[in-house]
C-alpha cells in the first residue's frame, strides 16, 4: 500500500503552543496525524545531506505533543519536509532519522520491509564474499543499515538483538516479532547491556526475547575454524564479528608463507582466540594470546583446542597488555607477527588525544618486538579516531621506534558491517597491516 499525503500546506510559522500536526491519508480512508519537529533556520543541512542525527540544539520546536520514542516529522524552518524519525527528549541526539522519503512515513510495514531489506543483502554480500554463509555475521548495522539504534547479529541459529537507542526500545515487541517471522532462528537473545543506553535514559537489558533460550556456548564455524560463542556473558554480542575478514586475512598470509612453521605470533587483545586460531591454522609455531579476562582466555584456550592444535599453557596469558609488551621489550623478546587489536580507547571525539597516547604507547612497543621483515597488524575502533589520525599515530609510533614500515593493506570490517555513505561515524574499525623492517 502506498500511502498518499494530504495537501494540506505547510504552516510558515511556528506559534507557541500552536498544534502543527501534520495529517497523512493512507489510501484515502485512514487519516494518521504525526507530531512535527521544526529545526531552526540553518540548520537542515545534515538532514538534507541524509545524516542520521538530529541534535537537541537543531531543534527550534516540537509540536503535536510527540511521544518519547514516537515517529516525528522533521521540517525545516519554514514548514518543509526533510524526513521521518523518532524522537527521545531525553537523549542529545533528539531526533534519528528513518526516512527522507515523504510518501514513507515509518509504519510496521515501513520497519518489516526494511529488515527484509538488511537480511536480503547480507545473504547476498556474505555468499559473493565468502563463498558460503558463516554461522555468524552481522545481520543489521544499525545506521549503517538505515535503521538507527537496531543491532542484530546472528550466531549460529541465534539472533542476538541490541537496542541502543529508545526508539528501538518501545519497539521491541514488534521488531522482534518482524525477526521471529522473516529468519525464523531458534531463538532471539537480547544484549542491550551496553553504556550508550544511558545516554538515551535507557537501563541495560538482557534476556531472552522469543523462542528458546542459547546453549550456554554456541559453536560456530567461520571459514572452517570453530569458534564457541557465549551470547549471554561474552562481550558485545558474544564475538567481534567485525574482525572475521582480518582473521581471514591473516591466516591466508600464515598460509601462503613457506616460513610459516617458524613463525611466532603475538595476539594481544586476543579475547577468545580468533586471531591466534587462524594463525594456527596457518601452521604458524605458536601463537600467543593475551587478555585482561581471564574468561576470554580460558575460552580462547578452549578455542584452540576445539581446532585440534594444542593448547599450551604458557601460549594463554591474562595480562595487562601495555604492561606485557614493556616486560617483552625488557626481555628482548621477538615475534614474527604481532595482532593489536585494542578495545575502544576513545568513546569521543574528544577524548581522541588521550586515546592517541594510549594507541601510540602500544604501537611503539609492538614495532621493537617485531623481527626485521615480520608483520604488524594494528587496529583501533574508536570512532572518535579517524582512518587519517590513526596512521599518523602510527606513523609517529614507528619513528620514535627508530624502524621502517610499509603499508601492505588498509583494514576495515566485512561487508556485513556497511558503512552507510552518509554516516561518517560507522566507520569505526580502521586498521593497517604493515611490513617492518
Ligand atoms: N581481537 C579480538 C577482539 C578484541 S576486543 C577478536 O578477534 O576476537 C578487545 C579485547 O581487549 C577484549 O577481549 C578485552 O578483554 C581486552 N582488553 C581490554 N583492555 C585490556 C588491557 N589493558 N590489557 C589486555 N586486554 C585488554
Known amino acids: 500500500m502506498t500511502p498518499q499525503l494530504s495537501t494540506a500546506p505547510a504552516r510558515k510559522m511556528a506559534l507557541p503552543g500552536m498544534s502543527r500536526r501534520r495529517s497523512c491519508r493512507y489510501n484515502g480512508t485512514m487519516t494518521i496525524s504525526f507530531p512535527v519537529l521544526t529545526l531552526h533556520r540553518g540548520r537542515e543541512k545534515s538532514a538534507l545531506g541524509h545524516h542520521p542525527w538530529i541534535f537537541s540544539g537543531a531543534i527550534e520546536a516540537a509540536h503535536g505533543d ?116 522473516t529468519l525464523r532462528p531458534g531463538g532471539i537473545y537480547e544484549r542491550s547491556d551496553v553504556d550508550v543506553r544511558e545516554k538515551e535514559g535507557l537501563p541495560p537489558a538482557t534476556g531472552l526475547l522469543a523462542g528458546q533460550e542459547p546453549p550456554d556456548l554456541i559453536e560456530i564455524d567461520e571459514h572452517g575454524r570453530r569458534f564457541l560463542v557465549d551470547v549471554r556473558a561474552g562481550h558485545k554480542t558474544g564475538f567481534y564479528l567485525d574482525q572475521r575478514a582480518n582473521r581471514l586475512r591473516l591466516g591466508n598470509l600464515l598460509r601462503f608463507d613457506p616460513g610459516a612453521p617458524e613463525r611466532e605470533v603475538l595476539n594481544t587483545f586476543g579475547y577468545t582466540g580468533g586471531f591466534s586460531v587462524y594463525a594456527l591454522d596457518g601452521l604458524a609455531r605458536r601463537a600467543i594470546t593475551v587478555d585482561s579476562s581471564a574468561e576470554a582466555i580460558a575460552l580462547a584456550r578452549r578455542n584452540v583446542a576445539l581446532n585440534g592444535f594444542p593448547a599450551r599453557e604458557e601460549d594463554f596469558v591474562v595480562a595487562d597488555v601495555f604492561q606485557y609488551l614493556r616486560a617483552c621489550r625488557d626481555a628482548a623478546r621477538q615475534f614474527d607477527i604481532i595482532i593489536l587489536d585494542p578495545p575502544k580507547f576513545a568513546h569521543s571525539a574528544r577524548q581522541a588525544e588521550s586515546a592517541a597516547r594510549g594507541y601510540k604507547d602500544i604501537n611503539l612497543l609492538a614495532f621493537k618486538l617485531i623481527r626485521p621483515g615480520g608483520l604488524l597488524m594494528t587496529f583501533s575502533c574508536s570512532g572518535g579516531v579517524d582512518a587519517d589520525l590513526f596512521r599518523k599515530i602510527v606513523f609517529g609510533a614507528l619513528v620514535d621506534a627508530g624502524r621502517e614500515a610499509q603499508v601492505l593493506e588498509t583494514l576495515g570490517p566485512p561487508p556485513d558491517h556497511p558503512v552507510a555513505l552518509t554516516f561518517p561515524e560507522g566507520a569505526y574499525l580502521k586498521g593497517l597491516l604493515l611490513r617492518v623492517w
Open 66 to 181: 510527540p511521544a518519547p520514542g514516537g515517529i516525528v516529522r522533521v521540517v525545516d524552518w519554514r514548514g518543509d519536509f526533510l524526513a521521518w524519525g523518532y524522537w527521545n527528549p531525553r537523549s542529545q541526539i533528539a531526533a534519528r532519522l528513518l526516512s527522507w522519503r515523504e510518501d514513507e512515513p515509518p509504519d510496521d510495514a515501513f520497519w518489516a520491509g526494511r529488515i527484509r531489506r538488511a537480511a536480503a543483502a547480507r545473504v547476498e554480500e556474505t555468499l559473493l564474499y565468502n563463498g558460503g554463509m558463516p554461522a555468524a555475521f552481522r545481520l543489521i548495522n544499525a545506521e549503517n543499515d538505515y535503521l538507527p539504534g537496531l543491532v542484530v547479529d546472528r550466531s549460529g541459529d541465534w539472533l542476538v538483538l541490541q537496542a541502543l537507542t529508545l526508539g528501538i526500545d518501545v519497539r521491541k515487541d514488534l521488531l522482534t516479532a518482524i525477526l521471529m517471522e
